[in-house]
């Protein structure tokens, strides 16, 4: 069993920046077979992939849509995964979730993920 906490969230302005955190409460060892995805959930929409990264030595990867705006980091030893979040736009107004997974293979379908935090409310207001 994973526990996510997802922090960070807020409002700000359009072109402005915000980093979002995911840490794992009472972990002190994630393992490299998990990996972490981000998504986001805008009202009256459906859940949508952002981007993901695992805890070896993979490569980030992330959505069309936030490609080259959003970077996915780790740190390993503190356990967290951030979401840092430049140029926003009205559009990337959602809950942000993250969430997590056993395996690396490549994976961008929410019912993959089988742990979930409980989603941080991003609002760009322009």
């Known amino acids: 069993q994973v526990t996510l906490v997802e922090s960070g969230g807020g409002l700000v302005q359009v072109g402005g920046s915000l980093r979002l955190s995911c840490t794992a409460p009472g972990r002190t060892y994630i393992g490299r077979q998990y990996a972490m995805g981000w998504f986001r959930q805008a009202p009256g929409k459906e859940r949508e992939f952002v981007g993901r990264?695992?805890?070896?030595?993979?490569?980030?990867y992330y959505a069309d849509s936030v490609k080259g705006r959003f970077t996915i980091s780790r740190d390993n030893a503190k356990i967290t995964v951030y979401l840092q979040m430049n140029s926003l736009k009205p559009e990337d107004t959602a809950v942000y979730y993250c969430?997590?997974?056993?395996?690396?293979?490549?994976?961008?379908?929410?019912?993959?993920?089988?742990?979930w935090g409980q989603g941080t409310q991003v609002t760009v207001s322009s």
């Open positions: 990264i695992d805890w070896s030595a993979g490569s980030p």
């Open positions: 969430a997590a997974r056993i395996g690396t293979r490549l994976v961008t379908s929410e019912d993959e993920y089988m742990y």
